[in-house]
């Protein structure tokens, strides 16, 4: 029997959803980056809240349309940029919203874990 997990991710700037095989391969994806206005560098922490909450049940529906949903067993989302106490940033709780939301209506597991990113590092001289 085939497992899938929902795959869901609210950072900064784009809202991400997607559906794995336990074997890791990608089934099908959706990915909607955040408007930032011209001129601006980035995002307020409580305007990309809105976006990623206004943005997550069209991109679910979406998603459903190209998988069937009920298949899911499993549901993963990141809930904060790094694994140390007080890392924080609202913007992650969208998608851990939508994450035990969709879990708890479905009675699978919901997986927390934390955005890494590797920074570049700078050459000297």
């Not at 011209?38 to 307020?44: I, K, V």
Request: proline share 5%; aromatic share 8%; charged share 20%.
């Amino acid at each position: 029997m085939s497992h899938y997990t929902l795959g869901i991710d609210t950072s900064n700037y784009a809202t991400s959803l997607a559906v794995f095989h336990t074997a890791g391969e990608v089934v099908c994806a959706k990915k909607r980056f955040l408007p930032v206005k011209e001129g601006q560098l980035g995002l307020r922490q409580s305007d990309a809240l809105f976006h990623h909450t206004a943005a997550l049940p069209e991109m679910l529906e979406e998603l459903g349309r190209e998988f069937d949903l009920t298949q899911i067993s499993a549901v993963g989302v990141s809930q904060k940029p790094r694994p140390v106490e007080g890392s924080y940033m609202p913007c992650f709780l969208a998608g851990v919203s939508a994450a035990t939301a969709f879990a708890q209506a479905r009675g699978i597991p919901v997986l927390f874990s934390f955005l890494v990113r590797r920074r570049r590092r700078r050459k000297r001289g």
